[in-house]
């Protein structure tokens, strides 16, 4: 199993410009997320989903969309790229089944915006 | 409005048993308690969680104390790449999408050799 991965590791981006993150997992969870964490900061909840077709925002979604065709994979888009989106961007999944929903992070996505 | 206290930053010896504290009075009966370390530069990886029971894994032990106000996680022999920040968090399992998890600043534990 890879578990979760994500891609690209690395990216800068000119302001306005957009971009996908991509993000896939192999455990068959229904649910997956996506964070960002800035410096010296906690992660913030973007936005998450329970299963192909089903997305909802979490805390800081503005600036972001997502999309969930499949159960492996929950891309995460920026449109309109600004300088406050500089961050790591951390997806992950879980199996969510009682006390089981531990979360299971990918390698992150680090993006800077100019 | 923080579920969680933790300290900043801690130092262990290497070798030594680290135990980390966390300060959790407002917790609710059906909230457990989970641990996540972030080692630098990589996504957080799961520790291990409990309800109101003392836990064990291959990792760590988690004490929670009998009011369930505070807990600490133990990790018996810390090594080198045990130097992390270490996140304590607070939800109800199952809980799923509703809010994920809610990180904290953590606290920095530091290995010394």
Redesign the interface.
């Known amino acids: 199993n890879a578990g ?1 991965t994500q891609t690209p590791k690395f990216r800068i981006l000119k302001i306005g410009q957009s971009m996908t993150l991509q993000c896939t997992q192999d455990m068959n969870h229904n ?1 997956m ?1 996506w ?1 960002r964490q800035d410096p ?6 973007i936005y ?3 299963g192909a077709g089903i997305t ?1 925002k ?2 800081v979604p503005n600036g972001y969309n997502v999309s969930r065709s499949t159960t492996e994979d929950f891309p995460l888009r920026l449109e309109l790229a600004a300088p406050s989106q500089t961050s790591v961007y ?1 997806c ?1 999944s ?1 199996y ?13 996505t680090r993006l800077t915006v100019l | 409005d923080a579920k969680t206290t933790q300290p900043p930053s801690m130092d262990c010896a290497e070798g030594r048993a680290a135990n980390l504290p966390c300060n959790h009075s407002t917790i609710s009966g059906n909230e ?1 308690v ?1 641990w ?1 370390r972030q080692i630098h ?6 520790i291990i ?1 409990g ?1 109101k029971n003392n836990e064990t894994n291959e990792m760590a032990s988690l004490i929670i104390t009998e009011d369930r106000k505070s807990s600490t996680l133990i990790l018996p022999h810390a090594t080198l790449r045990d130097t992390a920040v270490y ?1 304590c968090i607070v939800r109800v ?5 509703a ?8 606290t920095h534990l530091i290995i010394q050799p």
């Open positions: 979760v649910y997320y964070y010296g900061m906690g992660l913030k909840l998450y989903s329970v909802d979490g805390e951390f992950a879980s969510m089944a009682g006390s089981l929903d531990t979360q299971y992070f990918g390698p992150g | 457990y989970y996540y530069s990589q996504g957080p990886q799961y969680h309800l996140y399992a199952g809980g799923g999408g809010d994920g998890l809610t990180f904290g600043k953590g």
